[in-house]
């Protein structure tokens, strides 16, 4: 299967990568200890994508452990390509289809710490993990301009994680989180407060604090989009309005909805490779919009074959689950194993070493 058509690869020479981060955590915390600290322990022969797949290891890891904490690795990566002067449209493909990745390990990682086990307070979280990657790509295929907000799941979400599995340990368990928050903090119940809010949960209330934070961030990249659209021309510019790029992850979700409803035996018992399945569906639908935009596509990619069997799926058991969580993989790993192999061709670079060293002399005896 052919991902990319030799007629898109000419468009990646001009790639120049565009990011925008207004985090105020990241300007005066994360961003100096990146750059002052986190980058001098790695050689300068490291490839800045085997730097992003060291962390998704630890995840890996991470996962492992909980089911029988570091992002640091990922958030390097930026400022390494600088210094290795390895900057180019793979990288981030491949930055991002890890972070896509990501997504559903971390949904597990966090549900096992908040002790929620199979819920649907796991799959609220999945949706919102998935929602925020899919959206601030959707934005970025628009706007040609990786943006993030004041508060924002790369940043303040990864610490947030972070604090909960730091408490968690602390606390000795999960059960922690299944107490009243208000209560735990000594809050009087006064006659003005509600007995259900009251009695919510510390998992309740991180719920909120993420909804609110997906509903502020998914409306100001959707204001962003169109501010955007109408004030400048763009290669994406079609009849059609960009909102139109989020009907495919409202109409997966609507589906995994509508079958965890149907099928409860799933939700309750075999809900870890349901993740999995949906986590592979947000990882082909971001990583497809990566490639367009690269490849400045004006066609946005609308279409998942690896969701198509969700709308068969409210009919069938579990074992039509496990298959198709197996053509995920196989759908989802051909189309890494191509797009990698044809951007390495093309640009003639290696993914995980770096075949072309920097050389300072070498360019100040072409400024010269």
């Known amino acids: 299967m052919v991902y990319i058509r030799q007629k898109q690869l000419e468009k990646l020479h001009p790639y120049k990568y565009a990011g925008v981060d207004h985090s105020l955590t990241s300007k005066y915390i994360l961003k100096p200890f990146y750059t002052n600290v986190a980058i001098k322990c790695f050689p300068m022969s490291m490839a800045p994508n085997a730097i992003t797949l060291s962390g998704f290891g630890f995840v890996l890891l991470n996962f492992l452990t909980l089911l029988w904490y570091n992002p640091t690795l990922d958030q390097d990566m930026p400022r390494w390509v600088r210094r290795t002067h390895q900057s180019g449209p793979l990288g981030e493909l491949f930055d991002h289809g890890v972070d896509a ?6 949904t597990l990682l966090f549900a096992a710490a908040m002790n929620m086990g199979q819920s649907w307070k796991t799959v609220l979280t999945l949706f919102g993990t998935t929602l925020t990657f899919y959206v601030q790509t959707w934005d970025e295929y628009y706007t ?3 943006t993030l907000g004041l508060v924002s799941g790369p940043v303040e979400g990864i610490l947030s994680l972070c604090i909960v599995y730091a408490i968690t340990a602390v606390k000795g368990g999960g059960s922690y989180w299944q107490q009243s928050m208000l209560q735990t903090f000594g809050i009087t119940n006064y006659s003005f407060i509600p007995e259900y809010v009251y009695e919510m949960q510390f998992s309740d209330w991180l ?10 961030n998914t409306t100001q990249s959707a204001l962003h989009v169109l501010s955007l659209r109408k004030s400048s021309a763009s290669h994406t510019r079609t009849h059609e309005s960009p909102l139109l790029g989020l009907a495919p992850i409202f109409v997966e979700w609507t589906l995994v909805a509508l079958y965890l409803y149907l099928q409860p035996v799933i939700l309750n018992h075999h809900l870890v490779p349901f993740v999995f399945y949906v986590g592979l569906i947000n990882a082909y639908s971001v990583g497809q919009i990566i490639v367009a935009h690269l490849t400045k596509n004006p066609n946005f990619p609308y279409q998942n074959v690896i969701a198509v069997p969700l709308g068969l799926a409210v009919l069938d058991s579990i074992a039509f689950m496990f298959a198709c969580l197996g053509m995920g993989i196989g759908i989802y790993g051909s189309f890494v194993v191509d797009i990698i192999t044809t951007i390495c061709d093309y640009l003639d670079i290696w993914c995980l070493t770096i075949k072309h060293p920097y050389n300072e002399k070498d360019d100040l005896k072409k400024a010269s």
Do not use: I, K, R
């Open 144 to 146: 040609q301009t990786l």
């Open 101 to 106: 990745c990501n997504t559903a390990f971390e």
């Open 207 to 216: 719920m909120v604090y993420g909804g609110l934070v997906l509903v502020a």
